[in-house]
């Protein structure tokens, strides 16, 4: 995995937990410029660093000597407009119901939700505006309650 593969994901993992910079630099004992370097495909990491944020993001780091062409592709960035979206108070009571509903953890069903409504999204083959996050969230609580 490239540094700029693991930038993403760390990056997108934190977004979709909701958390600042700042927030996961206190949590892993590392600085927060350190960190927004990682996300920007930038730096070196050690394996304790890596190990340190996947602790403070909830995630467990897995190490594979060869590429045996089994690893999953990392997923893409979320659209800027769906992650305003997510800092709506809207979403976070959908995202708090959706988890008592299917008995997950809330932040595990904020980054489910998240990475489902952005593949859903990529489908419309244009930027998404807040009604249309609106319209998937809708979706995604209709097929959770059926």
């Keep these: 995995m490239e540094i700029a593969d693991l930038g993403n994901r760390l990056r997108n993992r934190r977004l979709a937990t909701g958390r600042t910079i700042a927030a996961v630099a206190a ?3 590392l600085s927060v410029p350190y960190i927004a370097n990682l996300e920007n495909g930038r730096g070196n ?6 190990n340190r944020l996947g602790s403070a993001l909830g995630v467990e ?4 000597a060869a590429d ?15 992650v305003q979206f997510s800092r709506t108070p ?3 009571s959908e995202t708090a119901r959706l988890a008592r ?15 489902a409504m952005a593949a859903m999204g990529a489908l419309a083959g244009r930027p998404l505006a807040e009604l249309d996050w609106h319209r998937l969230l809708d979706a995604a609580v209709l097929v959770a309650r059926a």
């Design 101 to 115: 509903i299917t008995r997950a953890p809330e932040d595990l069903t904020r980054e489910r939700l998240l990475h």
């Design 45 to 50: 990491p050690t394996l304790s660093a890596v």
């Design 61 to 64: 780091l897995v190490l594979r």
């Design 27 to 29: 949590d892993a004992g």
């Design 90 to 92: 809207r979403f976070s």
């Design 68 to 82: 045996d062409g089994t690893e999953p592709e990392p997923p893409g960035a979320l659209p800027d407009t769906l």
